[in-house]
């Protein structure tokens, strides 16, 4: 197998404003913030198949050592940043 370069997407994904303030409430009084969980998985979904595609795009198999840096809810919006090496098959030479 062949390691190759270091790929990394990062995605932003807005929050529902409506959605938002709903969650800004929950938080004051407790419980889960579903729609942020929501939003947080949609966005590492995306980013993993986004990271997988631009590793084909570079004419890789595939990608190894995944890492998913801290997702993070920023204002408005949520943050992931993924991070992997692509890497080739070798086939052996006979």
Excluded at 25 to 39: D, M, V
Excluded at 59 to 87: H, L, R
Aim: charged share 25%; aromatic share 4%.
């Amino acid at each position: 197998m062949e390691i190759g370069e270091l790929l990394t997407v990062v995605t932003i994904r807005a929050a529902n404003v409506v959605k938002d303030i709903r969650e800004n409430i929950k938080n004051l009084t407790g419980g889960r913030l579903t729609h942020y969980e929501q939003l947080i998985s949609q966005s590492v979904d995306n980013a993993l198949s986004e990271l997988e595609q631009k590793a084909l795009t570079k004419g890789y198999d595939g990608v190894i050592g995944v890492k998913i840096a801290n997702p993070s809810v920023v204002e408005g919006g949520v943050e992931i940043i993924v991070y992997g090496n692509g890497f080739r098959k070798r086939v052996s030479e006979q």
